[in-house]
């Protein structure tokens, strides 16, 4: 499903040395979007720029990679965890095997 964004003319919302910042919109993955630039008028000065139109995601989209962390953080503490007692156990059962023996 194609959506369109909003019609018309859009006043530059930020500038920095390199970029230029139009508008946003908030879309999700289950649709598919469209950019339609249309150029009003001759702009032929700009081309020893090489302009290009980027459209990126925004940070909210990696908002998310702190609980992912986290949660690969508290999965690793599990799998060591466990590789630890797997390398305890048969040493501790061969240390008492041994006393017992002993005795």
């Known amino acids: 499903m194609e959506r369109q964004f ?3 003319q859009y006043k ?5 040395d390199t970029e230029v910042s139009f508008g ?5 993955r289950a649709n598919r979007w469209k950019v339609i630039l249309k150029i ?3 702009a032929g000065e700009l081309n020893s720029a090489n302009p290009k139109l980027v459209v990126e995601t925004g940070g909210e989209y990696w908002e998310t990679i702190p609980d992912v962390y986290g949660y690969s953080l508290l999965w690793a503490k599990y ?3 466990f590789g630890v007692i797997w ?3 048969p040493i501790l059962l061969q240390a008492v095997s041994r006393r ?3 005795s």
């Open 100 to 102: 017992k023996i002993g």
């Open 79 to 81: 799998v060591a965890s």
């Open 6 to 8: 909003e019609k018309g």
């Open 40 to 42: 009003r008028r001759d």
């Open 12 to 16: 530059v919302a930020s500038y920095s």
């Open 87 to 89: 390398m305890l156990v």
């Open 24 to 28: 946003e919109f908030h879309a999700t």
